[in-house]
């Protein structure tokens, strides 16, 4: 063999097809850095859809749910029928009294409108046909009892075990309590008589309230005043409501079982005209002096003569 050809055998060249380190990365980490940021970008986004429509989707979820239950501390009390998209906390203002912010319904009765009165036992009977088959419409019938009374109409909106009128220890009312209300609203706007609101709760407390916290007092009291704003929502006139009283759990229904759901209610009272007039003279000015007892009358705050005054004075002194 020649000494070329024993070169030649052990010369080994290699040409291309190699590995080096970093030849296995390429351009693989720019496409996972991609679907990194697209990742990212994604979750940015729904957390922004989330708490957009936070609000609206905790309202859908609890809108029809029943609040059959017990009391208990609940959030802040919300109107179901609030307005909806916006994150910004929408506050009432004072008007004067003019413009479009009047009182819904102010003027329905003008133009020459007559409204209706219901001062007759049969004229009670008839407004109470008519609220139970809207009541009886809205899936509400076993929530409603209604009687005539030598004061008026009592309407009594209350829970049952499958369908409560407010979500669970709070002012926000349900859906279906929310419509009837503002269904109810125009026939109360037709009406001359006034109305007593009354809220009542069972006799569950809530836990760990302090005097000065939440309590079925103002709970009650809250959720009067939320039936008057879904009144007025659908169109009732503001002077229709004499009255909004809260009274807690101090007149249930079902005294043996004070936590039955009964006892959680919303009362309207419909007044004779001759009641309101007596409830808003318990509360008005003393009118004209009455004669009680012999030598004893009543009348209005220093309206007596000083010469009488002094002289009842000197006799409480002996």
């Known amino acids: 063999m020649k000494p070329t050809d024993k070169h030649h055998e052990q010369t080994i060249v290699k040409r291309g097809g190699g590995k080096h380190d970093h030849d296995e990365h390429g351009g693989a980490w720019k496409v996972a850095f991609a679907d990194f940021c697209l990742a990212l970008l994604s979750l940015f986004l729904v957390l922004w859809l989330m708490a957009a429509r936070e609000k609206e989707a905790l309202q859908s979820m609890t809108r029809d749910a029943a609040a059959g239950q ?19 906390e929408r506050f009432p203002t004072l008007h004067d009294g003019t413009g479009p912010a009047k009182d819904a319904g102010a003027g329905q009765a003008n133009g020459g409108e007559t409204r209706v009165s219901y001062d007759s036992p049969a004229d009670l009977k008839q407004l109470s046909k008519k609220l139970e088959k809207m009541s009886d419409e809205a899936g509400l019938a076993a929530n409603l009892q209604s009687e005539v009374t030598p004061y008026g109409l009592r309407v009594m909106l209350h829970d049952t075990d499958r369908q409560g009128m407010f979500m669970r220890g709070s002012a926000l009312p349900t859906g279906r309590f929310a419509r009837l209300l503002q269904k109810m609203a125009p026939l109360f706007a037709q009406m001359e008589n006034q109305m007593l609101i009354v809220g009542h709760t069972d006799s569950v407390q809530y836990t ?28 009732m006139r503001g002077a229709s409501v004499l009255q909004v009283v809260g009274m807690a759990d101090r007149a249930p229904l079902d005294a043996k079982r004070t936590d039955a759901g009964i006892n959680r209610r919303i009362e309207l009272m419909i007044l004779t005209r001759a009641q309101s007039r007596s409830v808003a003279a318990m509360f008005g000015a003393p009118g004209a002096t009455e004669k009680l007892l012999e030598g004893v009358s009543v009348s209005a705050p220093g309206s007596g003569q000083d010469g009488e005054t002094a002289s009842l004075r000197g006799q409480l002194a002996k």
Request: aromatic share 4%; proline share 6%.
């Open 208 to 235: 760990f309230a302090e005097k000065t916290g939440m309590s079925n007092w103002s709970l009650s009291s809250n959720r009067a005043m939320a039936a008057r704003t879904q009144l007025l929502i659908g169109g």
């Open 70 to 88: 017990l009391e208990g501390p609940g959030n802040r009390p919300e109107i179901a029928t609030a307005p909806r998209g916006s994150l910004i």
